[in-house]
């Protein structure tokens, strides 16, 4: 394919009929944002937390639970699916369990959410609560009454986005803790949404959009970090960079779906998980098996990761991401043969975790504890259903 490497897998398309720009388009809610209950703060972590993930070993065979895992390392189920996961406690834990991530509690525990990616209104998002020595205290819904709910993304002041994958899909703030309402984000735009992440230094939070011709977006709030209005733009090709224009219509109350109404929008083919790091956006594709990276300070982007480089990939059906300290990119397979892969900084995917005997499932919402020793995920379906995991080893190290 021609053109600059950064734009591999992407293309660039007309809008369908009508005007390529409109000026912002700043939308909002009047709702009462989640965020205005917590502070902002970012999650609490250890100081100078390391990785240690370019160290960690060859994989062994698999434990009692079906997991194969690195020498040194172990895993434990938390949850199953229609199962109730704290004795005394009414929550029994939710089908399709998909995206996630933890939040640090007062107390030295923390919160792991998770997604539901079911039908019909009956999706939302649930928690697990984790005291000080790692053992689940409670379990409880933070979301209910949405659809699809696929992947998301944490706020640095403490909520959580659950993002809806269907044609109108819509963002929903949610409290960790259930002590405030979840609320839509309708400014966020209204389409197949896959997954979000925010930008904490250029306050900007980016989405991704599962469509084989999606796009990847930019959300400028109003009045950071509320997020009831702003601006919604989609990526552009301007050269060799990357530029932003504003969505005519986010909210999709006309015909056009919200990826048609820009001409020239950059295409990105099944986009899934996404994630800031160091500012740097990681994010993925699906439909191509590719990693990329757009560079926030310098507009451009760059190709990380492409399966069909290899004779023999290591990692295929890529999902879920979250980065690791040190910005190793942990990504979960969507099949392939059910891993969850890390791409370090160096370039090399490593295998850090596979499951045998869930076949037809997909691992999904891969996340850190804040002490970097425990890694959540999800088999989302299959012969045993829903199963929320829990692996502890030296993924990272605290130094100094």
Known sequence: MSGPRWLAGCSREPAIGGPTHRGPAATGSTATPASSAVAP??????????????????????????????PGFTSRVVAQTHDVV???????????????????????????????EETKGKGGAGALRFDASGEVVDAYAILRGTSN???????????????????????????????????????????????VTVDPILHHLYLTEDEPD?????????????????????????????????????LFTGKRPTRYQVAGALRFNGG???????????FSSKGDNRIRAYDTKTSTLRLLYDAAAFEAPVLTGVDNVTVSASGDVLVAEDGGRMKVVAITPSGEPKPLLQLVGYADSEITGP??????????????????????????????ATVG
């Not at 369990?97 to 998770?114: H, L, N, Q």
């Open 86 to 116: 704290v004795a005394g406690k009414p929550y029994v834990w939710h089908a399709s369990p998909d995206g996630g991530a933890t939040f640090a509690t007062e107390d030295g525990g923390w919160i792991y959410v998770s997604n539901s």
């Open 272 to 282: 899934e998980g996404i994630w800031w790091h160091d500012g740097v956006v990681y």
């Open 214 to 250: 999606g796009c990847l977006y930019r959300f400028v709030p109003s009045g950071f970090p509320d997020l009831s209005a702003g601006t919604l733009e989609v990526a552009v090709a301007a050269g060799d960079a990357v530029a932003w224009r504003p969505v005519p219509d986010p």
């Open 149 to 195: 709910n696929c992947a998301g993304g944490p706020t640095p002041w403490g909520t959580w986005l659950s993002c809806e994958e269907h044609a109108r899909g819509r963002v929903h703030e949610c409290d960790p803790k259930n002590a405030v309402p979840a609320a839509a984000r309708p400014a966020l735009g209204a389409f197949k949404h896959e997954a």
């Open 41 to 70: 703060r970012e999650a609490a972590r250890p100081a100078r937390l390391v990785s240690r993930i370019a160290e960690i070993g060859p994989l062994g065979g698999p434990d009692a639970n079906g997991v194969r895992l690195p």
């Open 367 to 396: 996340a850190f504890d804040p002490s970097g020793r425990r890694l959540y995920f999800s088999s989302q379906r299959g012969r045993r259903g829903g199963t929320t995991f829990e692996v502890t080893g030296p993924f990272h």
